[in-house]
């Protein structure tokens, strides 16, 4: 098995970034030969590395830290008063986990939100072969939370499990049912579903101050941010 010790790592050439304009980019990837497992997963998460895919990487910016990996404390976690709105509104879902694995209405509803939320970026237009590089993977332990209302699938969290936490790696939901916050609701679920497992955290990926589509995760309180290596709460 392999150890983050002596796991390879590459870096792309700069790229656009895909959170702030008129910036580049550079991606640090973990050997993709390597021999992946859960066990060393959780430690690179725990450093800061997101999955996509096969693929696990973090941000490597030479003069720039603005990506910063945040994480939720679920234990002492406390729901605002918009969180606890989202969370009563939407008691008539019903949430079923399943395998990772294809699914043609899963994809569909997948194809419908990118077309309506992303058709500007690098993941429109939707394909399948695209879809299971991006969601799914050989030797992650992932599930696919399926949120139905009156049986009609309306939104999949797609979630990873680590050795302290859940990782949520992607939600999409249906267009039409944007006043619900389906995206909100998602985290309020693995959040609870992360206590329910007796998990310590819930890892939410990147954190950019100055993203507006990454505000919504310092709406989550308390929220732990991946600082020079070490965790600590956000103030």
């Known amino acids: 098995m392999s150890s983050a010790s002596s796991l390879k790592f590459f870096t792309t050439s ?18 993709p030969e390597s021999d992946m497992t859960p066990a060393l997963y959780s430690h690179l998460s725990m450093l800061g590395f997101r999955r996509s895919g096969n693929y696990v990487y973090r941000p490597q910016c030479e003069s720039c830290r603005a990506c ?14 918009s969180h606890k709105r989202c969370w009563k509104s939407n008691q008539d879902i019903t949430v079923t986990c399943v395998p990772a694995a294809w699914d043609e209405a899963h994809y569909s509803l997948y194809a419908r939100y990118i077309a309506s939320r992303h058709r500007d970026g690098d ?23 399926e949120f139905r209302i009156d049986g009609r699938l309306v939104a ?35 959040i609870a579903e992360t206590r329910r497992q007796g998990l310590g955290h819930l890892y939410l990926g990147y954190w950019v101050r100055h993203a507006p589509r990454m505000r919504y995760k310092s709406q989550f309180r ?4 991946l600082i020079e290596g070490e965790w600590l709460l956000a103030r």
């Open 14 to 31: 700069p790229h656009d970034c895909s959170y702030l304009e008129q910036r580049k980019a550079v991606t640090l990837f973990a050997d």
């Open 68 to 81: 910063i990996s945040v994480r939720i404390p679920v234990a002492s976690f406390v729901p605002s008063r």
């Open 123 to 145: 993941m429109y237009p939707p394909t399948p072969r695209q879809y299971r590089e991006f969601l799914t993977c050989d030797w992650s332990e992932t599930f696919f939370a």
């Open 156 to 190: 999949i969290a797609v979630t990873d499990v680590v050795d302290d936490g859940l990782s949520a790696v992607y939600t999409f939901y249906d267009p039409q049912e944007t006043a619900r916050s389906l995206g909100t609701y998602a985290i309020l679920w693995q």
């Open 222 to 225: 308390p929220l732990e941010l």
